[in-house]
T-cell receptor, first 115, second 115 residues
Framework: DGGITQSPKYLFRKEGQNVTLSCEQNLNHDAMYWYRQDPGQGLRLIYYSQIVNDFQKGDIAEGYSVSREKKESFPLTVTSAQKNPTAFYLC??????????????FGQGTRLTVV | AQKVTQAQTEISVVEKEDVTLDCVYETRDTTYYLFWYKQPPSGELVFLIRRNSFDEQNEISGRYSWNFQKSTSSFNFTITASQVVDSAVYFCALSEARGSYIPTFGRGTSLIVHP
């Protein structure tokens, strides 16, 4: 079945460690996104990529890094520079022109907790 | 810049009541797209509806209906005869060409339906 797979579902990290969240899609979508969700904050855009080997910062990119070496994959690394990384992270994908023909599709999310 | 406002943080109703979730947006584009998503406790965002700025026709899907009014920049969502399974967080989102079609989300409205 086509869709977006995020792994792991739950992740625990010690302070000072980097951690990488996986996001894979088999929908042949050009664009992929990472959002962060905190209670009462809605979804805030971290990074997005609309083409392979290119990505752009979103509204809250500090302390995060991404890569887009393959169309199917868009991993997010939460670095030790991110001061408050405990949150729910959602990955999404879409055709380039979101809305023209379709919507963005979301993965099931990764809940990251810093211990 | 595009912006989506969901002023209702939390709504609590009793089963079978009707409930309306408000969404107000800001955009300078004449062509844009509006979306509603549902986020059940499992976390994944489930797509409900997409609307383009040229189609102001209201839509009904079962117990769900949407009222799009460009004059007030609103795209409200009504659930008729609410059920416990409707309990979730609901997000309104906007994408536009000026924003590279990146979906911008409101903060979400948490709907709690009591039996």
């Amino acid at each position: 079945d086509g869709g977006i797979t995020q792994s792991p579902k739950y992740l625990f990290r010690k302070e000072g460690q980097n951690v990488t969240l996986s996001c894979e899609q088999n929908l042949n979508h050009d664009a992929m996104y990472w959002y962060r969700q905190d209670p009462g904050q809605g979804l805030r855009l971290i990074y997005y990529s609309q083409i392979v080997n290119d990505f752009q910062k979103g509204d809250i990119a500090e302390g995060y890094s991404v890569s887009r070496e393959k169309k199917e994959s868009f991993p997010l690394t939460v670095t030790s520079a991110q001061k408050n990384p405990t949150a729910f992270y959602l990955c999404a994908s879409s055709p380039f022109f979101v809305g023209v023909n379709t919507e963005a599709f979301f993965g099931q999310g990764t809940r990251l907790t810093v211990v | 810049a595009q912006k989506v406002t969901q002023a209702q943080t939390e709504i609590s109703v009793v089963e079978k009541e009707d409930v309306t979730l408000d969404c107000v947006y800001e955009t300078r584009d004449t062509t844009y797209y509006l979306f509603w998503y549902k986020q059940p406790p499992s976390g994944e965002l489930v797509f409900l509806i997409r609307r383009n700025s040229f189609d102001e026709q209201n839509e009904i899907s079962g117990r769900y209906s949407w009222n799009f009014q460009k004059s007030t920049s609103s795209f409200n969502f009504t659930i008729t005869a609410s059920q416990v399974v409707d309990s979730a967080v609901y997000f309104c989102a906007l994408s536009e060409a000026r924003g590279s079609y990146i979906p911008t989300f409101g903060r979400g409205t948490s709907l709690i339906v009591h039996p």
